[in-house]
C-alpha cells in the first residue's frame, strides 16, 4: 500500500529501498515511546542482512510504535 510505501521512503535516505541501523535509529528516534533498536532490527530483519528491506517494514511495523496504531486509535503511517 502507498502509505507504507511513503512512511518507509520518508527514512530511506539513500534511496537503496532498505533501511540501514542508522536509518532505522532514525526513525525510531521520530517516535515516542518507540521500541530500543535492537530490539526493532532483531525483530524485522528477517533476512538477516543488516537492514529492514520494504517488505520487512510493512510486514512488521508494529514493532516500530510503541503500541499499535489500530490500539490508539490513530493511522500513524500517514502521521510520518
Known amino acids: 500500500p502507498e ?3 511513503q512512511a518507509f521512503r520518508k527514512f530511506d535516505s539513500s ?3 532498505r533501511l540501514s541501523k ?3 535509529a532514525n526513525l525510531l528516534g521520530s517516535v515516542t515511546g518507540a521500541r530500543p533498536l535492537p ?3 532483531r525483530a524485522c530483519d528477517r533476512d538477516g542482512d543488516g537492514h529492514v528491506s520494504l517488505v520487512e517494514y ?3 511495523r508494529m514493532w516500530f510504535w510503541p503500541r499499535a496504531p489500530k490500539e490508539s486509535g490513530k493511522n ?3 502521521e510520518l
Open 58 to 60: 510493512a510486514v512488521n
Open 15 to 17: 534511496r537503496d529501498d
Open 76 to 78: 500513524l503511517d500517514r
Open 39 to 41: 530490539t526493532v532490527m
Open 3 to 5: 502509505p507504507i510505501r
Open 22 to 24: 542508522s536509518e532505522l
